[in-house]
């Protein structure tokens, strides 16, 4: 595994410096040890260190890939499922097996083994059953800053990102009302699709900043305010990256010259990547440092109140479903009769 992995790291540092190579290196393969530490640091500052760190991100852009490439094959569903697996865990066991990469790796297993079971998949249901199998293996995980970070962020996710993109939604006026007359929805014009999409850009960056908050005024004592707003299109160039580095990285056992171009195609990515956050770490109040970190008690304190106030806005959000039935779920655009979204039993869902 780790001669295959060099070989690997070889094809992606083809055509370019081998500082550009590193930062690809480290996107796909998990080398985060040769990042320079001044780089470490700038985008610790910038809030998107986690697109270093090999995470639910990058694991969900490799199932992206391989899911897609098996769909491109004509393979029926199941047989996608039984060849995703060991892919998974093959990119697991080459990335050396990290926290945050572990618990993504469980989580897409048993979300795509839950039909299996007669069981439906629930990702929230995932994460709780990969945090206990995690605890089980690993017990001194429970203190692993990487380790509480990802499923903290998967977390506030779960709990935070739907009513986020709901009122924002509601803020934004993109929301889509059902026609009384039949079971087919309005017409969906572009500029509402596109309010739509940057509603659920900006839910799921807040949820995430949000969740991970207490813990990175915990173990750093700092956090990154202007995260946020680099998190609404850093991840998307991050899939582009990651995508073509997968290519890249098996098209040098065949034809290298095809990595070089790929290679320096990403490496112009990254480039504007690391323009980004040098020029949103110019800003002023980009980092709020404290000049002492909170404790444990502060810290949790802090995580229970967040729990509460992502329970309070769920309930405010059905609230509002309730009353205004014919307001069909934000990611939700399937055809639905009236009496599918009235039901009989006089409740909205």
Known sequence: MVDFRNRLAEHLALGVSEAEAVLTQTMVLGTRARLPYQL???YADAGIIHIFAISGLHVGIIAGLVVWLLAWSGLRLRMRILVLCPVLVGYLLLTGVPPSATRACLMALMYCFAPTFLRRADGASALFATAMVVLIVEPGWIANAGALLSFCAMGGLFLFTK????FLNRLFRSTLHRSLLGDIPLVRPWHVALRQHLALLIGL????????LPLCLYFFGRVSLIGILLNLFIPSLTVIVVWTACLSAFAGFVLPIASEVMNR???FLLSVIDTLAQKALELPGAVYELEHAPGVTVALLMGAGLIVFGMW???QERRCRRQDPLDPETFDFLPRSVDAVRPSNGLPF
């Open 40 to 42: 470490r640091q700038r």
């Open 313 to 315: 806005l769920g309930v």
């Open 163 to 166: 009513p986020f993109t709901y």
């Open 265 to 267: 195609f990403n490496a």
């Open 205 to 212: 960056s807040t949820a995430a900043w949000i969740a991970v």
